[in-house]
């Protein structure tokens, strides 16, 4: 008589011996994606749905800071300089100019 093992692919736990169900990421990790992230469980895996100004790892089950200034060397325009900030960014303008009100470049004070 011969015999077989039943395994799981990665994602999956094996119940009964005999099926696989998802495992719930999220919900035996519920620091995954944290601080800048939520957890969404997917079937065989998990997503990271990032805050705004966040990205998804490639590297770890987390959210990283978007370097908005290094994306985009025109932010700010001509008369100012692109601060990178966590989740964001900031317009430090020139004397004598300010942030314009969509805060990506800086203009004149009237």
């Not at 039943?6 to 990790?29: A, F, K, L």
């Not at 990032?50 to 325009?77: K, M, Q, V």
């Amino acid at each position: 008589m011969g015999s077989y093992t039943c395994t799981c692919p990665q994602g999956y736990r094996q119940i009964n011996g005999t099926s696989c169900r998802d495992v719930d990421e999220c919900m035996d990790e519920p620091e995954l994606c944290s601080p800048h992230g939520e957890c969404l469980n997917t079937e065989g895996s998990y997503l990271c749905v990032c805050e705004s100004g966040f990205t998804a790892s490639l590297d770890t089950p987390s959210c990283d800071d978007i370097d908005e200034c290094g994306l985009n060397e025109t932010l700010c325009g001509p008369r100012g300089f692109c601060e990178n900030r966590l989740g964001s960014f900031q317009c430090l303008c020139e004397q004598g100019y300010q942030e314009s009100q969509d805060s990506q470049d800086c203009v004149g004070k009237c």
